[in-house]
């Protein structure tokens, strides 16, 4: 036993290797050894038939007959060939597979008996083609049953795969991304799937890869009846809407979801199981992904020289990423932060290292308030256009060290600003924020601050356009709540809510950087682009929704039992329950040529009257007199009020609710 346990495991590697080697083979090269195969394999069991009904090796009399026998395995694989047998993947070709073969050798078989009719048999027995027809089916079902097995021998002992199964899996989506995915399962072998969900009609009650496509009104029915324990959601990028009502409707069930990425990843040939994802709050909260438009993208990017200030925050490094793959002539990163320059400058270098034609990439350590620095950058680079993203966003925080917020926030704009118009920079795009209108903080208040320095450089400039672009939360930002409850939740709670009605509108990183840059190339000089944000989400919500992604349940009133507890700790300073995106209302913007950028008519400040007051905030900011420096910005910035208790008025709330979305 001992000598037959070492000879087995002596072969087992080889067999590995075997496994391996023919799984990493391409596509094409597996297909046309399939044919061969098949072709030869076919070619033999004429040969037995004949042999079978002559009973000695049979040598065609001519060469019409000779030529009628090669029409026979010919055939066959062009018919298999031809419905598909050879897109099969193999390892899981199933019983609906089986039969597609049994029918494709039996069309082939029939229209061969016909030519032999019409043409005269020419000495070929109809016994001889039915034994063909028969044998030649079975051995081509066995040839693949015999390479499953050998495939399967190496991928594990059965106790193990049945142990694997123990949990059944549901798979929601059954087009390409669904069966990629399936493929991986069963390579696998880690899961045991049950069946397919689909909203498609045409899928119901049909079977793709022997099992069975199911509508979504019986997911309840499977999760119970199937023991369903996880769902993997496997659905293209243009059914998001789809996939945000699935999670949705998911949520009330005791059940695992993953998500698969979409299918540009699958086709790309990326997908395998550890491409599976936790459900993620940007999952449910995005929105539909509109496809940018390429003109928009281009138009200041490709062959220009580009600046990116705040380069290594959170919009900052998602449009240098957005910027870079646009083939910019060099790209220019500035950013006060050491670390995080270090970061994203080493993440483009290695995007471009084995690319030809990279941009010159420049990291540029400083402060934006620098104006020696600013000047420098400019020159030596012949910068053409600039995106100001640098900025103190996080609301608390600037409140309690306004000083520091409104110097880098509005002064570092100022700088930024009469350098590019000193050096006749074509372009300058502020990202700029919700919160800039009517600020009940000093971030806000810095902000439009910042919106009305734009604004005023705008007037009269023939040499560069000034423009911002003004839109809400980012999920997973430096500044959002959705990093802060996911490390509350992971050590157990309890998750702080600053109010259960308080709303924010949420966009997603990559989604907000895009539009920033198409904003900017509409841009003919001082407009206020707002971003459409969809509808305000209740951080309440969004916590509860936190909690339940992780398969926990929150802990409350009426669930004592629960997880994790949710903690109301009132409003932090500055914060406001609502916010808003527009000053003017909604009757003050205008559609652009894109479906969810908005230019707005925002009110300005004069020049020499918005520098005066704002010299006398410097000289404020310097003495550190708070008092001076809130009563310059109570009168400059529309709208600003500091407030204490930060509870808004009725009056206020309903104002904010009626200009809150975009329409």
């Known amino acids: 036993m001992g000598e037959v346990g070492r000879s087995t495991g002596a072969r087992r590697p080889s067999l590995v290797r075997l496994r391996d080697w023919i799984l990493a083979l391409p596509r094409y090269p597996k297909r046309a050894a399939l044919v061969i195969i098949d072709l030869l394999t076919l070619s033999a069991v004429l040969v037995a038939a004949l042999w079978l009904r002559y009973g000695v090796i049979f040598m065609p009399p001519n060469v019409m007959t000779g030529l009628l026998l090669a029409v026979g395995p010919v055939l ?43 043409l005269g048999q020419h000495g070929i027995p109809r016994t001889v083609v039915i034994t063909y027809g028969l044998v030649g089916a079975s051995a081509i079902i066995s040839i693949r049953a015999l390479i499953r097995t050998l495939l399967d021998a190496t991928a594990g002992s059965r106790s193990d795969i049945r142990a694997r199964k123990d949990a059944a ?18 390579t696998a072998r880690d899961r045991h799937v049950v069946g397919f969900v689909d909203s498609s009609p045409n899928l119901w009650r049909q079977y793709v890869s022997d099992l069975k496509v199911y509508p979504p009104h019986r997911i309840g029915r ?28 998911l949520e009330r069930f005791p059940v695992s979801v993953k998500i698969l990425p979409t299918y540009e990843d699958v086709a790309s040939g990326q997908v395998s199981l550890n491409s599976l994802r936790a459900v993620e709050v940007g999952d449910i909260l995005g929105r539909d992904a509109v496809t940018p438009n390429v003109d928009l993208m281009n138009r200041y990017t490709t062959g220009r020289s580009v600046l990116v200030t705040g380069a290594g925050g959170s919009i900052g490094s998602e449009l240098v990423r957005q910027l870079a793959v646009r083939s910019p002539r060099v790209l220019v990163l ?7 320059l270090y970061t994203i400058e080493l993440e483009i270098r290695r995007l471009f290292a084995d690319k030809p034609d990279p941009p010159e990439l420049k990291a540029v350590l400083g402060s934006v308030g620098d104006s020696r620095l600013l000047d420098q950058v400019v020159v030596e680079n012949g910068i053409e256009v600039i995106y100001h993203a640098a900025a103190y966003k996080h609301v608390p925080m600037v409140e309690v060290n306004a000083f520091v917020g409104l110097d880098n926030n509005v002064f570092g704009t100022v700088v930024a600003a009469q350098a590019a118009s000193r050096h006749g920079v074509e372009r300058f795009v502020l990202v700029s924020s919700d919160k800039a209108v009517r600020p009940t903080n000093i971030m806000g208040a810095s902000k439009r601050l910042a919106e009305l320095v734009l604004q005023a450089e705008a007037v009269g400039n023939t040499s560069t356009v000034f423009t911002m672009v003004r839109f809400g939360n980012v999920l997973e930002s430096s500044g959002s709540v959705v990093p802060l409850f996911r490390e509350q939740i992971r050590r157990g709670g309890p998750v702080t809510v600053t109010h259960p009605d308080a709303t924010r509108f949420f966009m997603s990183i990559p989604e907000a950087a895009s539009l920033v840059i198409q904003a900017g190339a509409m841009a003919k000089g001082g407009e206020v682009f707002v971003l459409h944000m969809g509808e305000p989400v209740r951080i309440d919500d969004l916590a509860r929704l936190m909690v339940r992604l992780t398969n926990l349940e929150v802990r409350d009133a009426a669930n004592p039992e629960g997880d994790i507890e949710i903690a109301y700790v009132g409003l932090r300073p500055g914060e406001k329950l609502y916010e808003e995106l527009l000053i003017g209302g909604a009757a003050h913007t205008e559609t652009t040529e894109h479906p969810r950028i908005f230019k707005s008519d925002e009110p300005s400040r004069i020049r020499s009257e918005l520098y005066h007051e704002l010299g006398l905030l410097k000289q404020a900011m310097e003495i550190r007199d708070k008092a001076a420096v809130q009563a310059i910005l109570t009168r400059t910035v529309e709208g600003y009020r500091a407030k204490s208790d930060n509870a808004p008025s009725p009056q206020d709330t309903l104002r904010e609710i009626g200009t809150q979305t975009i329409h």
Do not use: C
């Not at 062009?78 to 039996?106: E, K, M, P």
């Not at 899996?169 to 069963?186: E, F, M, N, P, S």
């Open 76 to 118: 066959t694989t062009a018919i298999l060939w031809r419905f598909g047998i050879y897109r099969l993947v193999t390892r899981f070709i199933g019983r609906r597979g089986n039969v597609q073969i049994l029918a494709a050798v039996a069309l082939s078989v029939l229209i061969w008996a016909l030519t032999l009719f019409m």
């Open 169 to 186: 899996t549901l798979i929601y989506g059954a087009d390409q991304v669904g069966i990629a995915l399936l493929r991986a399962i069963q």
């Open 222 to 249: 499977l999760i119970e009846h199937e023991k369903v324990r996880e769902v993997l959601i496997a659905l293209p990028g243009d059914r998001r809407q789809e996939r945000r009502r699935v999670l949705q409707e």
């Open 334 to 340: 500035l950013d006060i932060s050491e670390s995080a």
